[in-house]
């Protein structure tokens, strides 16, 4: 409790603040907006083939704006990041339309889609981590992932109750209300001086960003492989119910997470998450029939996405970004997961031929192979300030002995 106020109050909220209702604003609203395109994609009366075709526009329209934006959009950073909402909002928007439109206009609205996603999601992060200093980014990223996953839980519920058109409404009249908040909030902003930028080539030649990276790429290839089976296992009714409530245990350890992270270091955080998915892995390989392995699954796996989004997405990236303009870094950092959801509608409709057991077995093994490149990176959390903490700690216990025998 001590540590959280200490976090708490170190944090300057008022510049804090327009960059925690911008990341939370936009991940909902990417979370539900998605969540809303694929039911509207697989309810269309069109060949399989056809609608892999529009999946495809909208991942290729994240990936390249994503690249083009993290280099251009540090330019004028807070001016994009002013009009980036209302993109996203009419995007959402043109959602009604997709049943009506032919299949050319369908894919470009799915590209455009994808691009008011991609284009703008690494300079908000970037202002997030511009705006937070690294003895308190896991803190006020457990905050923001602890919002967002409340706020995920309620939409669904609303979601639930409401109509398509209505759910799409709902979607942009919340990412407007993101948008709106954010110039508000952000009238006052202090201009960053210009930092330097490295190139895609530079960074991934960096050793403790690969020795970060890889680990992420393959927990984001395992965990979308893995869906469908376990979509298999658990019916797809329950699966959907699953995941669900796996946004309210990332509400809970998300900030658990975040000031774990901001006291100890984030490398300790991200290799108990892979240990911890390790394990039910093992166990789903071993034990898939028992309800047993079902509910330690989901409690291990809700605890675990919870530890990663505030580590991840948008504490890690940040830290390795150090001075540097870091839409780059988290280009890097944010494309493997996105790109990765590509892989459940690949998979999905071969998942009945592949065995189950094998399939787990193999995640197994690869996210305990995924631990051996984190015990060699690098803590990204700063050791003085480690030191500084645990100094405090020593102390006020002294203090309170004292007091106490006094």
């Known amino acids: 409790m001590i540590?959280?106020?200490?976090?708490?109050d170190k944090t300057a909220w008022r510049e804090t603040v327009?960059?925690?209702?911008?990341?939370l604003n936009s991940f909902v609203w990417y979370t539900l907006t998605y969540t809303v395109f694929v039911v509207i994609v697989?309810?269309?009366n069109l060949l399989e083939t056809e609608k892999l075709g529009l999946f495809t526009s909208y991942f290729v329209g994240i990936a390249i704006s994503a690249i083009l934006g993290a280099k251009f959009f540090p330019r004028a950073r807070v001016k994009f990041l002013d009009l980036w909402p209302f993109t996203g909002a009419i995007a959402t928007l043109l959602l009604i339309t997709v049943s009506s439109n032919g299949m050319l206009a369908n894919a470009l609205l799915a590209f455009f889609l994808g691009v008011s996603i991609g284009?703008?999601?690494?300079?908000?992060l970037s202002y997030f981590a511009d705006s937070t200093s690294v003895e308190n980014r896991g803190f006020i990223s457990g905050i923001i992932w602890g919002g967002v996953g409340f706020s995920v839980l309620i939409f669904a519920f609303l979601i639930n109750m409401l109509g398509q058109w209505e759910t799409i409404v709902a979607l942009t009249i919340w990412r407007l209300f993101g948008g709106l908040g954010f110039l508000v909030l952000n009238r006052k902003h202090k201009k960053l001086a210009a930092q330097k930028s490295h190139s895609y080539l530079e960074l991934i030649r960096k050793r403790e960003i690969l020795l970060y990276l890889f680990p992420w790429v393959m927990f984001?290839?395992?965990?979308?492989?893995?869906?469908?089976m376990l979509e298999r296992v658990f019916g797809k009714d329950f699966f959907a119910f699953v995941q669900l409530v796996e946004f309210a245990f990332i509400g809970i350890f998300a900030i658990v997470g975040g000031v774990v992270a901001d006291i100890v270091g984030r490398k300790r955080v991200v290799i108990a998450g892979f240990v911890m998915l390790g394990i039910e892995y093992a166990a789903m390989s071993v034990f898939s029939n028992s309800?047993?392995?079902l509910y330690l699954f989901l409690i291990l796996d809700g605890i675990t996405w919870g530890l990663f989004a505030s580590v991840f997405f948008t504490a890690l990236w940040g830290d390795l970004g150090e001075n540097y303009e870091k839409e780059k870094y988290y280009t890097l950092g944010g494309l493997p997961y996105l790109l990765a959801n590509f892989l459940?509608?690949?998979?999905?409709?071969y998942a009945s031929v592949i065995s189950i057991t094998t399939a787990f077995s193999f995640a197994s093994f690869f996210l305990f192979l995924a631990v051996l490149p984190l015990m060699y990176a690098p803590e990204t959390l700063p050791e003085k300030k480690i030191r500084e903490r645990e100094l405090k700690q020593y102390i006020d216990k002294a203090k309170k002995t004292k007091e106490k025998y006094t």
Request: aromatic content about 6%.
């Open 291 to 293: 309800p047993v392995t």
């Open 18 to 23: 327009p960059s925690i209702l911008l990341v």
């Open 220 to 228: 984001s290839l395992i965990n979308f492989a893995e869906a469908p």
């Open 344 to 349: 459940y509608i690949l998979i999905k409709p």
């Open 3 to 8: 540590r959280i106020r200490a976090l708490r």
């Open 119 to 124: 284009v703008g999601l690494p300079s908000c």
């Open 42 to 44: 697989n309810g269309l």
